[in-house]
């Protein structure tokens, strides 16, 4: 019995890679396993998925930084999360100013939200700092495509 996960069982863990089948074929240490090699296996589409990683974030930065603070600014909408906030909201939206790094978070209570959000932050930033906002880059998930949401950006 696997100590973490209870009873082991080695089907849970997907297909040997082809490598692996190819060598115990060529060695016959399988009982019952076809020699014939002639074809490659299948494509599982769930051992694809079982076996993605994730790649580590870089430690440096490559490319340049913004040349002003809120030249560039990114953003992105997580959730729905599991637990919702003592105030009832279920989604974060983050915005990065590129330049200084400074981060705003903000709970909200639906996806359809962000672009309320973003105008508050909009005036909010540029007051405090008196500089404007130029660029926004995001996921491109949709989350800021409404018509006001345009209209804003084009005063």
Known sequence: M??????????????????SIIQMAKDGVAIGMPTDLSTIPPICQHCIIGKQTKWAVPKTRQGGRAKGVLDVIYSNLMGPEDVTSEGGEKYILNFVDDLSRMT???????????EKTFIEWH???ENESGQKFK????DNSGEFTSTQFEN???Q
């Open 123 to 125: 005036t909010l930033v």
């Open 104 to 114: 705003w978070t903000y709970l909200i209570k639906e996806k359809s939200c962000p």
């Open 152 to 154: 804003h950006l084009c």
């Open 2 to 19: 696997h100590p973490l996960h209870g009873p082991y069982l080695p089907w849970r863990h997907g297909h040997t890679n082809y490598a």
């Open 135 to 138: 660029c926004l880059w995001t």
